[in-house]
Each structure stands twice: as C-alpha cells, then as structure tokens.
C-alpha cells in the first residue's frame, strides 16, 4: 500500500479469534513502513512466526539485521518478544510500559519477563514519551487499558493518517462496541477506544491497523475492512504426513 512517501506492508495479518482450550492465538498484526531511506517494523509477532517472518522479509529482499527502527506497541509476548530478531533496530517502546512490564509478577501475565528485563538495558532502547515523533512522521499516543502504558502509533501522511491501534483496539468488534475483552480497568480502555475513533474521525480517508484485524477505513461512518482476510490451519488427523485437514478461519 503506497501512502504518499510510505510503503506500508501488511507482513502478518492479525487475527480478532482466541482459542477454546488452548490459550490465546497470539496472531498479531506485524507491519513494515518504508520511508525516508529507514526500514520500520510495527510490533514484531511471536516466536510462532520467527520463521514465517524471516521468509517474508527475504520475499521482499530483506533480512532482519534490514530493519532499522522497531515500534512496540505493547510488551505482551505476541507484540514484543521478537525485538531480539533486530540486533540493528532503534527499539521504541512506551516508557511507562516498560516500566509496568518490569515490575509484574513473573509467571502470571504475558509479559515475557525475561526479555523486557533484558530489553531495558539494551543499547539502541528508546522509551517514548505522549505525543513525541518516533519515527518521520509517526506520533505515539498514550492509550492505555489493555496495559497500563499501551501506545498508539499515528502516520501522519498527507490526505491520510494510518492509525496503529495494537490492543488498545484489538478488532473491529472492540471498536464499534467499545468493550475489551483484556483490559485492566474497562472504562479506560473505553475512553482509550473513543480517542481512537477520534483520530479515525479526523479524516474521512484514515485507516486503522488494529493488533489482531484486518485494516480498515470508515464507510458511511462504519468500519469496512480492506481486503480480503486470510487465515486457516492444518492439521494431522491422518495416519500419515501427507494426509492434512484444512480448517478455514474466515467468513
């Protein structure tokens, strides 16, 4: 998608789905903007995509040691625990969820302990601040609810902005109701939500990149994805490896 000046690459496709009896799907939004000579990277998955993300960026000629800039929406470990791929990135997380995601108790939220502790002494840390440039022409907004220090990233692009909500927004069911299905604190995460819708609102071609949907614009004052959603699993049910069952996650 070609934005003005910026390339802006869909690489992961989030995913709004949690699993029954498994824990949650972790199938984060992972995004790469190109821009003014810099290569970023919007969250960086989990250790599920490793792999899948190498093969990506080679598809598109790259490499992670490519990526100059990494913005972290959020600690938990589908959004944040991959920033070890980046050993050349300027790292950017919020200052006040780093300092949140170093004090939780370990073992029991999905914060990747060691990582942050690790992250916090790392030489190319950045920790951001309300409303500062982090990258040219992106902003970082407070937007907390989902964890305390939650940022939201804006790309202020000329007749477009491109809205990164991460989780603080997490899909389109979040947005149009306005509840959260993970916060802390719900009427926080409610008016983090209407702040959002406020900067969606600003212009009638803005887009939204939640952390677990499709993008999407307003129509008519409601949200439309843009294009077409892709998920679905395989699985061994047979008595060989050749033999798979596909399980189409879309509607």
């Not at 970023?40 to 800039?69: C, H, N, Q, W, Y």
């Not at 070890?84 to 370990?106: C, H, N, Q, Y």
């Not at 900067?199 to 071609?205: A, I, T, Y």
Request: glycine letters at 8%; proline letters at 6%; hydrophobic letters at 40%.
């Amino acid at each position: 998608m070609k934005i003005n000046d910026y390339d802006l690459d869909i690489v992961v496709q989030g995913f709004p789905g949690k699993s029954v009896c498994h824990g949650g799907l972790g199938w984060s939004s992972v995004v790469l903007l190109r821009a003014h000579g810099r290569i970023a990277l919007v969250d960086t998955g989990g250790f599920s995509m490793r792999t899948m993300l190498i093969k990506r960026f080679a598809e598109r000629g790259l490499k992670p040691a490519d990526i100059t800039d990494l913005l972290l929406t959020h600690s938990h470990h589908d959004h944040s625990v991959n920033w070890t791929m980046f050993p050349k990135a300027r790292i950017v997380i919020g200052a006040d969820e780093l300092a949140w995601s170093l004090k939780v108790p370990w073992g029991e939220t999905p914060v990747p302990e060691l990582y942050m502790r690790e992250l916090n002494t790392w030489p190319t840390l950045h920790t951001a601040a309300e409303g500062e440039e982090v990258f040219p022409g992106i902003t970082a907004h407070l937007a907390p609810g989902h964890t305390p220090g939650c940022l939201v990233f804006v790309l202020h692009a000329g007749e477009h902005d491109v809205i990164f909500s991460g989780d603080a927004a997490k899909n389109r069911a979040e947005l149009v109701s306005g509840t959260t299905d993970m916060t802390y604190d719900a009427a926080v995460s409610r008016a983090s939500i209407d702040a959002i819708w406020a900067l969606w609102r600003k212009r009638p071609s803005n887009i939204v990149v939640p952390g677990h949907d499709v993008p999407m614009v307003l129509e008519d004052g409601k949200p439309k994805y843009i294009g077409k959603r892709e998920a679905a699993i395989t699985a061994w049910y047979g008595d060989d490896m050749e033999t798979t069952t596909l399980f189409k996650l879309t509607v």
